[in-house]
């Protein structure tokens, strides 16, 4: 279906390619056609979408138009006209001034769309689900109620990655792709933050989404006055511009300051340790330099600064979490060194308020400064050794950005100009040097050169390109010089939108995940009641002092429990997974497809593109009445409106053949079948069989025989018919992949069915299904037959795969539980999928199912070392060792032990980034 809409607020052909690439997002979508100059788009869809969806999806791409039925006002606006000037609290909906409201309604001043009345409720910020009339307290954690404003009505950048393009003009769309970050334990789905901090329920640092797009000015240290796009020489003295912003990361800030809190905790940590392993040693020397009560005191000066200036941010979050009821991990150190600090200042003021078996020999307090110190220190340290790990897992996307080059050879009327890399425009002239970074996609018009491709798609062979062949952004040329036009530029090329869908796969969340998740909201209060338990049963039973026991015992199982490393077990295997797959041409748009990928047992795969090179080339075009020269210009004219392989074939072939193309009327494109269309006054129809009796077209016998015997050998045959009869036909062939035979073996060697579904025909099916040695395939499928096929087998319990290029392709696709599309493919076939092959060979879902068992086993290792340590550790910290080994598990050894369990994890999970797919 076809529906043409009213658009306002286009003012540029970047608005229109924003407006066409944001529209045909939408899986329903199949084309967008947008026209500036009367300011309306066309849209082409499978199923209605509704305009409501449509100018949602316009917005979350951060563009600022309004769409409508043509040449009509909205109802919405017309009720929304109906109310100006009514009094209440309003908004822009685009936020063209961010929150700022109005008294009354009305249009915004800055885009002039109508304003929207904005809720008066209040909620708590810790509790959004809180809602009331009138401002007050929280029921849940007394904090106060805080207006539901304009906030909540925002199109939620945090869920959505809007794409910008590289408009020289200034255009105001939103960009979320700098200042980003994120919780690495996924808390929170795919929610992120605009500002650093500590995630609201886990209570770690949240981490800096590496920037997406990287606009950078340069200046020279000597005259700042001189600002450049790119870098270069200063013009005045000659010296190297240097960035105006430091390159520097917030996962480095966040590093470099977790650092200089170590080295403060470091620095006095170690004293008030070795004062408290010195009261140990038989003849203690510090107590020749001055009592024990003043070393006492040496100890609690020390750890002040430990606990109020280097660590105090593990309290602040396990307050936060208390209050919030998010427990994790810092809660049970926030209690449990806490205690320990409150215990000890009590019996250091007031020793006489303890009983005797708190006391030593010589009936002082036993203090625990040393342990509130050194555990911090430790947790502190696990948390250095965390942030340097993270950067790691996070590799893969940075070494992507690095591919970006900053600047490109621009040429205009024959001479050469470096540019920012954010100047270029689509259809400029680029001259790419030997050795040089290719700067945008685009095809080469002048010169050959070989390009290295590995980073994009894995294969290290470096492929021979010349005029008409495309090039991509981030590879690497040869030793030859030549000049491209830029085709895709900023956010649409390859190599920016590969890094999007890896930066957004990394932070989605797997199945496998949601079991950690259920264990996780139960673990800390679990651990707290064994603490308790802990200390009673110690208190009761233990020897003297029972009391001293209980409470160090009961304070080591606070200490030793890490729900860290459950909550981080899935999150960062997916994290470095992705990133491997990506430096493989792999590209996995979520966790959960890559966790499928690893249970799929059949793969439904297409012939042409998927099979099959991709490239047909026309063998011979026959003519019953013998005049072929004829029947090439009406198939190749009629064919030159569609975008299918086999039709630029044809269109191919008649140019070499210097066939002139005529004009063609009622062109239309029946999918699964061929094209129809009136060229010179005659009906016209090129496709396969079912084309011909669906307009009921007469084949003579003759013409039906010499068809089977084309196809009998592996050829692609399309009838051709003139006013429904058919005269001829056009034989193609395309030659099978190397890499197929060989990917199918692999797959079914790992249990996995291979089933080849096709519009083409039996005979030319079954050529290539031999070759192939498929024992299951069919021929003449239509997209809806594809859907079904898929349909039926995840009935019988089957999980799917479809690898597929087309844009009959895409139905089938979305249904099957992972799709697989190759990035030679159409774009509406890549945004159907949840994996796209860069080099689109079958070889690609061989190694996407192994990274798959890869990624797998390293999540399953991660659970189970994270369960394994907390279900060994919390015993051994309880004391169950010491009634037959007289084993205990000193605090300090506990938090060492805690602080590096989430850093092994971690690890594990870097070691996919060696693995071999």
């Not at 511009?241 to 800030?253: A, C, G, R, T, Y």
């Not at 003519?623 to 074939?649: C, F, T």
């Not at 291979?754 to 239509?782: P, Q, R, Y």
Request: charged share 20%; hydrophobic share 40%; aromatic share 6%.
């Amino acid at each position: 279906m076809k529906h043409t809409y009213k658009v306002t607020g286009m003012t540029c052909v970047g608005c229109e390619t924003d407006v066409k690439s944001a529209l045909s997002n939408l899986k329903e979508i199949t084309a967008v056609h947008v026209n500036l100059n009367k300011e309306e788009v066309t849209v082409e869809m499978t199923t209605h979408v509704s305009i409501e969806k449509l100018q949602q999806t316009l917005l979350l791409a951060g563009l600022h138009y309004t769409i409508s039925l043509p040449n009509t006002t909205s109802q919405k606006e017309e009720k929304e006209s109906n109310i100006i000037n009514k009094k209440g609290i309003y908004a822009c909906p685009m936020h063209c001034e961010g929150d700022k409201t109005y008294d009354e309604s009305g249009k915004c001043p800055v885009c002039g769309m109508f304003l929207k009345e904005v809720s008066t409720k209040y909620t708590c910020p810790m509790h959004p689900e809180v809602l009331s009339d009138k401002p007050g307290t929280c029921p849940k954690c007394k904090m106060n109620l805080v207006p539901k404003n304009v906030k909540d009505n925002k199109p939620n950048a945090q869920h959505h990655n809007h794409k910008s393009t590289s408009h020289t003009h200034n255009h105001n769309h939103e960009k979320s792709d700098s200042g980003v970050y994120y919780c690495p334990m996924r808390c929170e789905d795919d929610k992120t933050y605009s500002e650093p901090g500590s995630c609201p329920k886990c209570g770690m640092d949240l981490i800096e989404q590496p920037k997406l797009v990287v606009d950078s000015k340069y200046t020279c240290p000597m005259h700042p006055e001189i600002i450049k796009d790119a870098p270069g020489n200063c013009p005045i003295c000659g010296m190297d511009l240097i960035p105006m912003e430091p390159d520097e990361s917030e996962e480095l800030k966040t590093y470099n300051k977790l650092a200089k809190k170590m080295k403060l905790a470091t620095v006095l940590s170690v004293p008030v340790l070795l004062i408290s392993l010195a009261m140990y040693l038989p003849k203690n020397p510090l107590l020749l330099i001055m009592p024990q009560y003043y070393w006492d005191w040496v100890q609690f000066l020390l750890t002040i600064p430990v606990v109020f200036v280097a660590c105090w941010m593990f309290f602040e979050r396990a307050w936060k979490s208390i209050i919030t009821w998010n427990l994790n991990m810092f809660t049970l150190v926030g209690i449990g060194t806490g205690a320990a600090f409150l215990f000890s200042i009590v019996g250091l003021f007031f020793p006489d308020v303890f009983p005797q078996e708190f006391k030593g020999e010589t009936g002082d307090v036993s203090l625990y400064f040393e342990a509130t110190a050194v555990i911090l220190t430790l947790v502190l340290l696990g948390q250095l050794l965390e942030a340097r790990a993270h950067s790691q897992t996070s590799g893969a996307i940075k070494e992507l950005l690095k591919l970006a080059p900053s600047e490109a050879t621009l040429v205009i009327d024959g001479e050469d100009k470096v540019v920012s890399i954010h100047n270029i425009k689509a259809g400029d002239l680029l001259r790419v040097k030997p050795g040089e970074k290719i700067p945008v996609d685009g095809v080469i018009v002048e010169g050959k050169s070989s390009i290295d491709e590995s980073m994009i798609t894995g294969e290290p062979i470096p492929v021979d390109k010349t005029i008409d062949d495309k090039v991509s952004s981030g590879t690497i040329n040869g030793t030859q010089s030549f000049i491209m036009k830029a085709e895709r530029v900023g956010s649409e090329t390859l190599l920016s939108q590969i890094i999007q869908m890896v930066s957004d796969a990394s932070r989605s969340r797997a199945p496998i995940q949601k079991l950690a998740d259920t264990i996780s909201k139960y673990f800390v209060p679990i651990v707290v009641v064994i603490s308790i338990i802990t200390f009673i049963v110690w208190f009761n039973f233990g020897p003297n002092p029972a009391m001293v026991y209980a409470f160090v015992n009961a304070v080591a199982v606070l200490i030793i429990a890490c729900p860290c490393a459950l909550g981080l077990a899935t999150p960062m295997s997916v994290m470095v997974g992705v990133g491997k797959g990506a430096q493989n041409g792999i590209l996995i748009k979520n966790a959960e497809a890559l966790e499928a990928m690893n249970k799929v047992n059949v793969l439904i795969t297409d012939k042409t593109g998927t099979l099959t090179e991709g490239k047909p080339s026309v063998e011979s075009v026959y003519a019953l009445n013998g005049d072929s020269k004829d029947v090439l210009q009406q198939i190749a004219s009629l064919n030159q409106y569609s975008e299918h392989p086999l039709a630029q074939a044809v269109v191919l072939y008649a140019k070499e053949n210097n066939t002139k193309l005529i004009k063609v009327n009622d062109f239309e494109a029946v999918a699964g079948m061929g094209v129809i269309g009136t060229v010179s006054k005659n009906k016209v129809a090129l496709g396969n069989k079912k084309l011909m009796l669906q307009t009921n077209t007469e084949i003579p016998k003759e013409l039906e025989t010499k068809i089977i015997t084309e196809q009998k050998l592996g050829k692609t045959v399309s009838f051709i018919a003139v006013n429904k009869k058919a005269i001829g036909y056009v034989s193609i062939s395309d030659a099978i992949k190397e890499t197929s035979k060989k990917a199918i073996k692999a797959l079914m060697d790992k249990g996995v069915e291979v089933i080849m579904l096709t519009g083409d025909n039996e005979n030319t099916a079954k050529a290539v299904a031999n070759e192939l040695h498929l024992s299951n395939f069919k021929a003449g499928c239509l997209p809806e037959d594809k859907l079904n096929i898929i349909k039926e087998l995840q009935a019988k319990g089957k999980i799917v795969a479809m690898a597929g290029d087309g844009i009959n392709d895409a139905p089938a696709l979305a249904q099957a539980n992972v799709g697989i599309a190759m990035g030679t493919g159409t774009d509406v076939a890549i945004e159907s999928s949840e994996i796209t092959l860069v080099k689109g060979d079958l070889q690609g879902i061989v190694k996407a199912k192994n990274l798959s068992h890869q990624v797998m086993k390293n999540i399953k290792q991660n659970l189970f070392f994270s369960f394994a340590y907390n279900i060994l550790g919390v015993p051994i910290a309880a004391g169950v060792l010491f009634p037959v080994f007289g084993i205990l598990l000193s605090p300090i050894i506990a938090a060492l032990a805690m602080s590096f369990s989430s850093v092994s994890v971690i690890a594990n999970s870097l070691r996919l980034r060696s693995a071999k797919i």
